[in-house]
């Protein structure tokens, strides 16, 4: 099965600070790879798909690159409702796998 | 609007089996497929595995197989997941989640329930 490594596990950044996420696949997954922000206890939302299109209603300080193995999230601006753990997950085959997760904190 | 209604809480003894629910609304059934995913305390998100709603066809994620059990019941749009031998690890809020794109299985999740905890203890 292919794994989905994130870096770093957990960042803490001050308000407006640019915040870049890393999501690695063990193997190449094309743009087959989506973005889930979860606040402290809510469900996922999905942010972004096919690594870089940023779903409906999500803020465009999010945005997401990379193709391959190598995938980033960043947030342009970082705002206090952004605390949150990010998961990446690459989806082009089975398993669906997601990352570990990054916890995102206010400094 | 897109809601998947899950069943309640459920605290199970070890080695016992326990089945989840979760019934669809707002769009229809059996054009996107359908994932669980689980989340112990504190920890990450899980993938176990999917079904088709309209085929009943189903992929499970190796660590459970032979555990799981995923079906579905189109006259009442709703998905089960039954999960048999459990042990303490298998403590987790256990979600129901549906795909972005319909009759198209390669996309990620886009709608989920709000989780169903699942506690093991003797």
């Known amino acids: 099965d292919i794994q989905m490594t994130q870096s770093p596990s957990s960042l803490s950044a001050s308000v407006g600070d640019r915040v870049t996420i890393t999501c690695r696949a063990s193997?190449?997954?094309?743009?087959?790879l989506a973005w889930y922000q979860q606040k402290p206890g809510k469900v996922p939302d999905l942010l972004i798909y096919a690594a870089s299109t940023l779903q409906s209603g999500v803020p465009s300080r999010f945005s997401g690159g990379g193709s391959g193995t190598d995938f980033t999230l960043t947030i342009s601006s970082l705002q206090p409702e952004d605390v949150a753990t990010y998961y990446c997950?690459?989806?082009?085959?089975?398993?669906?796998?997601f990352g570990q997760g990054t916890k995102v904190e206010i400094k | 609007q897109v809601q998947l209604v899950q069943s309640g809480a459920e605290v199970k003894k070890p080695g016992a089996s326990v089945q989840v629910s979760c019934k669809a609304s707002g769009y229809t059934f059996t054009t996107y497929y359908l994932h669980w995913v689980r989340q112990a305390p504190g920890q990450g998100l899980e993938w176990m595995g999917i079904?088709?709603?309209?085929?009943?066809?189903?992929n499970y994620a190796q660590k459970f197989q032979g555990r799981v059990t995923m079906t579905r019941d189109s006259s009442t749009n709703t998905v089960y997941m039954e999960l048999s031998s459990l042990r303490s690890e298998d403590t987790a809020v256990y979600y129901c989640?549906?795909?972005?794109?319909?009759?198209?299985?390669?996309?990620?999740?886009?709608?989920w329930g709000p989780g169903t905890l699942v506690t093991v203890s003797s």
């Open positions: 193997q190449g997954i094309s743009n087959y």
């Open positions: 997950q690459k989806y082009n085959s089975a398993p669906w796998t």
């Open positions: 079904i088709n709603p309209s085929g009943d066809t189903t």
């Open positions: 989640a549906r795909g972005n794109i319909s009759y198209d299985l390669w996309n990620p999740v886009a709608y």
